[in-house]
T-cell receptor, first 112, second 113 residues
Framework: GEDVEQSLFLSVREGDSSVINCTYTDSSSTYLYWYKQEPGAGLQLLTYIFSNMDMKQDQRLTVLLNKKDKHLSLRIADTQTGDSAIYFCADWPVSGNTPLVFGKGTRLSVIA | DADVTQTPRNRITKTGKRIMLECSQTKGHDRMYWYRQDPGLGLRLIYYSFDVKDINKGEISDGYSVSRQAQAKFSLSLESAIPNQTALYFC????????????FGSGTRLTVV
């Protein structure tokens, strides 16, 4: 079945850029998502990208999609302590009739 | 009020007890899901339902059951709780189209002692 992989930890200094990476196996995926989970909270949708796009930018967030390599990344510019959270990559299979497949999540720690 | 409400927020129960976690939503979505989260294991799907008459097992359904009482309500039961079911449980909802992904509840932290 579909698999979504992420590294588990990332540590950056405040003010630097963070890049969180994700790889997926389903070449026919239609939508790919980034969710953020703050401590003690549920997951919140940060952004998503449709498979016919290569890049999407939203304020400090930039999503890059490389369909050939099945690689998705989330770049956070000027990372702040409030960005410390777990970030999940998720993939919507083309059929739409199976649930989202989530990666294990990357814990971002921002050092002041 | 939250779009997806989970009750209780925290629960401690004893091994062997039956426990129910409840989820209700005001989004009007047909699709609902139950996940558990464990450190290092991410989110794992327990059960999902695409409408009131549809119930499907996820990757880790053993030891769990669900009931879809209405479009807005989806409950998860642990028939006989065991310590390795200690986890954070999330309910989520979605439309049938992919545009907006899932909406998650705030989670239920369950501890089985």
């Amino acid at each position: 079945g579909e698999d979504v992989e992420q590294s588990l930890f990332l540590s950056v200094r405040e003010g630097d850029s963070s890049v969180i990476n994700c790889t997926y196996t389903d070449s026919s995926s239609t939508y790919l998502y980034w969710y953020k989970q703050e401590p003690g909270a549920g997951l919140q949708l940060l952004t998503y990208i449709f498979s016919n796009m290569d890049m999407k930018q939203d304020q400090r967030l930039t999503v890059l999609l490389n369909k050939k390599d099945k690689h998705l990344s989330l770049r956070i510019a000027d990372t702040q302590t409030g960005d410390s959270a777990i970030y999940f990559c998720a993939d919507w299979p083309v059929s739409g009739n199976t649930p989202l497949v989530f990666g294990k999540g990357t814990r971002l720690s921002v050092i002041a | 009020d939250a779009d997806v409400t989970q009750t209780p927020r925290n629960r401690i129960t004893k091994t062997g007890k039956r426990i129910m976690l409840e989820c209700s939503q005001t989004k009007g979505h047909d699709r609902m899901y139950w996940y558990r989260q464990d450190p290092g294991l991410g989110l794992r799907l327990i059960y999902y339902s695409f409408d009131v008459k549809d119930i499907n097992k996820g990757e880790i359904s053993d030891g769990y059951s669900v009931s879809r009482q209405a479009q807005a309500k989806f409950s998860l039961s642990l028939e006989s709780a065991i310590p390795n079911q200690t986890a954070l449980y999330f309910c989520a909802t979605s439309e049938g189209t992919a545009n907006y992904g899932y909406t998650f509840g705030s989670g239920t932290r369950l501890t089985v002692v």
